[in-house]
């Protein structure tokens, strides 16, 4: 079987900034599809042409994947019941996203240090309410 997963998120009518801030932050290959540059015809709502459909951000790894919610006041994302694991086998390039996250007006929720069982570990929360878990292996 072949299979791939990908967080997809759905932002309260700010994808396109927060898919280029994660893209600014992790690199990798960015296509945002507004539903301006596609046909609506046959959609069961009508959407702002500003607001995107899909957007997905690939960086080697890491693949997100989301858009805008069809709600009019769709509610601010907040990670209260999920988060997103991030995996490194280095330490210093584990704490480079963070500080990256943290620059770019994200706060740490728990400090990244050693973890009782062996690897270091911290929480970031972003500018947009993500929260991300960060669990490097090497000591």
Do not use: K
Request: proline content about 6%.
């Amino acid at each position: 079987m072949s299979m791939q997963f990908s967080a997809s998120l759905s932002f309260p009518g700010n994808a396109a900034e927060a898919f280029r801030h994660y893209h600014s932050i992790f690199g990798g290959e960015l296509e945002l599809l507004t539903y301006g540059d596609m046909p609506m015809e046959g959609l069961p709502f009508e959407p702002r042409a500003d607001a995107v459909a899909h957007a997905t951000l690939n960086s080697g790894t890491l693949s997100i994947a989301g858009g805008d919610a069809m709600e009019e006041n769709a509610p601010a994302l907040t990670s209260d019941v999920y988060s997103l694991l991030l995996q490194f086998d280095s330490v210093a390039e584990a704490q480079g996203i963070i500080d990256r996250l943290v620059d770019a007006g994200g706060e740490v929720v728990m400090p990244f240090e050693p973890a009782p069982w062996g690897d270091t570990y911290g929480q970031v929360r972003d500018r947009f309410g993500v929260l991300w878990m960060v669990n490097a292996t090497e000591g």
